[in-house]
Structures are given as structure tokens and as C-alpha cells.
């Protein structure tokens, strides 16, 4: 893009939480360096040490904040920690924000200092199998002792309320006989890889029109 250009639409900026081996933050990466993903990571942060998704923004050169290990301390100190956390992701300048497997919940001081959309992805056809205790293989365990004959992957904006904003797009498939909670969580997994950064894409390009929907998920 020329300078001008550039300057009219400039390339919007995201900071990436993550909490595991990152493969949702991969396939985002990827599809910014086929070109099919226009967005820039300007920061993960990790809510742990020595997982997956350091090394994959350490390899692009993507600063990393990793979060302090709460211990028992007091609600005070937690309440410090978000502030800390909150000014770190502030001076990043994002325009918007992807949850990438991040297991916390983010402080809503958080979704106040990113101007734009954060996103998250989910292992499930939301509403169904969302919310708290929903995570992990106890997701695809669910969703089998149910009886669900098809699952899938949800993309959702990020309120206060775990699992629970606008649902911006779901891809779903078909349960065949005898699967096991391992081999649904690999099937979705290979849709969320394909799903996440499309949504992001068009959502972001549909980002004026949807303003609205923003204003109230926040
Ligand atoms: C994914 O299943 C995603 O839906 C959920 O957390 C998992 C993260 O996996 N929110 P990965 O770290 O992206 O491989």
C-alpha cells in the first residue's frame, strides 16, 4: 500500500491474549502473511510462562507480556494487577483485540482501552455448552454425554459476560459414530483454524455498519 494510502486506511493493530499452545494465534499469523487476514499483532499477552503461543510471537518478533502468577495474594493486589495489566495493553495502541485460547477473564478495564472489537473463539455451537466449567476437553466430553449429533465453533464478541456476546459466525459438523471427546476436540479445532480469521476479516471490514452492535457488546 502507498503511503498515502496507508495513512487514509491505515492497517489496524491488535493485541492477542492467549493461555495454551496458541494454534488459534498461528492460524491468525498465517493468514496475516498469505495476505488474507489486513491487521498488524502489536502484543500477546500470556497468561502463563512456556506456553505455545510465546515462541510463535517470539519468532515474529512480537513483544510479549507475560502475566505475573497470582499466588494467594489479596483482591487488592489483583485489583493492581489489572491496572498494571490494563496500562500495558493501553500503550500498545490496539485498534481491536483476540482472545486466542485465554482462559482469565479479562478485566473490563481492558475492553475500555481498546477502541474496536475483541474477539473470541469457542469450541461450541454457543449458546449451548458456553459459560463457566466449559472449557477444554470438558467442552467436547459435554457435548457428547448430551447426545449432540453436530458440533462446531463459534466466534463471538467479548463482553463481561463469559461466552455470552454477539455471536458474529459458527461452522459446524457432523458427530459420526463412536468419537471420542479427543477426536471432536482435533475436528473443531481444524474449523476454528479456518473460521477464526476469516470472521475476523469481514467483521473488520463491516466494522462501520456494525458500530452499533459494538457500542452495546461493550
Ligand atoms: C480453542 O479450542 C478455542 O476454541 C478455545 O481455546 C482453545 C485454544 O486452543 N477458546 P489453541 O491454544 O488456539 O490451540
Known amino acids: 500500500m502507498g503511503e498515502e494510502a496507508q495513512a487514509k486506511n491505515p492497517i489496524p493493530r491488535f493485541v492477542a491474549f492467549a493461555s495454551g499452545s496458541g494454534s488459534n494465534f498461528e ?30 510471537a517470539l519468532d515474529r518478533d512480537i513483544p510479549v507480556h507475560v502475566l505475573p502468577q497470582k499466588g494467594s495474594e ?14 500495558v495493553v493501553e500503550s500498545m495502541r490496539p485498534d481491536f483485540g483476540v482472545l486466542a ?3 482469565q477473564k479479562l478485566p473490563s ?17 454457543l449458546p449451548k455448552f458456553g459459560g463457566k466449567g466449559f472449557y477444554g476437553i470438558r467442552v467436547h466430553e459435554a457435548v457428547l ?19 455470552e456476546g454477539p455471536i458474529l459466525a459458527q461452522a459446524r459438523l457432523s458427530i459420526p459414530a ?7 476436540a ?31 457488546a461493550h
Open 101 to 103: 485460547g485465554y482462559l
Open 109 to 125: 478495564s481492558i475492553l475500555d482501552v481498546i477502541s474496536g472489537p475483541v474477539f473470541n473463539i469457542h469450541p461450541s455451537l
Open 74 to 87: 489479596s483482591t487488592n493486589m489483583s485489583s493492581s494487577l489489572d491496572k498494571e495489566l490494563t496500562n
Open 178 to 184: 463412536n468419537c471420542t471427546p479427543k477426536d471432536l
Open 27 to 56: 492460524s491468525i499469523l498465517k493468514a496475516i502473511e498469505r495476505g488474507d487476514l489486513q491487521a498488524t499483532c502489536v502484543g500477546l499477552i500470556a497468561s502463563r510462562p512456556q506456553i505455545g503461543a510465546i515462541d510463535k
Open 145 to 163: 454425554e448430551a447426545g449432540e449429533t453436530e458440533s462446531g465453533c463459534t466466534v463471538h464478541l467479548v463482553t463481561d459476560h463469559y461466552d
Open 186 to 216: 482435533a475436528a473443531v479445532l481444524r474449523l476454528e483454524h479456518t473460521l477464526y480469521p476469516i470472521t475476523i476479516q469481514t467483521t473488520l471490514e463491516d466494522y462501520g455498519t456494525l458500530q452499533s452492535t459494538f457500542a452495546t
